[in-house]
């Protein structure tokens, strides 16, 4: 589904959104969905006048299995480079366990998702702050830590445009990810703060619908802020 020029949601992927972004000579796939969610991926990316072929990149905003599912499907039909945060890359190559929150629920969350992993995948690029996404000219890397300590985000300053990934969520308003899948809430306060300093028009989420070309964003968002510092 086209939500703006040279950006798309991927529909039928279930449990978490996808994107597609359009750029000068191809695409960038951003997120992959859970296990089994190629196929729509790949439909959606035909839909929007490309083939795999002209994937220039899949950016994955955080080391969670409905982020990072199906990037053995995706990396074997496109060929092209997997960006991840630099300190979840070890993950996704299968090098180290899969970002959980702290706890006891944090071991139950690791547990039943544990049986979701996909298989590893060579990460080309470590991802860091400011544009270092050679594919995504005129897109920013964003360091968003909290929902996982590398979390990151992409802003295209030009649009004022976020892909915020799981830093917020749009459950019945704008909001933060909830503590019971967050890592640190006090870096994901954070994370919301400095995203409310951040000129906004339009926010799409790893959760929830699109807020597009809305006014109030900022305000909005600076609300949420300024209320997640009491809590």
Excluded: C
Aim: glycine fraction near 8%.
């Amino acid at each position: 589904m086209q939500l703006r020029d040279a950006l798309w949601l991927v529909d039928d992927v279930q449990a978490a959104n996808v994107y597609i972004i359009g750029t000068d000579d191809g695409a960038v796939i951003v997120d992959s969905g859970i296990r089994g969610s190629a196929a729509a991926i790949l439909a959606e990316l035909s839909r929007a006048g490309y083939d795999p072929a002209q994937v220039r990149a899949v950016v994955v905003t955080h080391a969670h299995v409905d982020h990072i599912g199906s990037l053995p499907e995706l990396q074997q039909a496109t060929g092209a480079p997997i960006h991840a945060p630099a300190g979840e890359v070890a993950a996704i190559r299968g090098q180290a366990p899969l970002p959980h929150p702290p706890g006891v629920y944090g071991r139950l969350f690791a547990a039943a998702t544990s049986l979701m992993r996909p298989a590893p995948v060579k990460v080309e690029h470590a991802l860091k702050a400011g544009p270092s996404v050679e594919a995504l000219p005129g897109w920013h890397v964003v360091p968003t830590s909290g929902h996982t300590l590398d979390h990151i985000s992409l802003y295209q300053p030009d649009r004022q445009l976020l892909i915020a990934g799981d830093a917020l969520a749009n459950f019945g308003g704008l909001r933060m990810s909830p503590w019971p899948f967050t890592s640190d809430m006090r870096r994901a306060r954070a994370s919301a703060a400095l995203l409310a300093g951040l000129p906004l028009r339009s926010i799409v989420f790893g959760h929830g619908a699109p807020l597009l070309d809305d006014a109030r964003l900022h305000a909005q968002l600076t609300a949420l802020a300024q209320r997640s510092r009491y809590r």
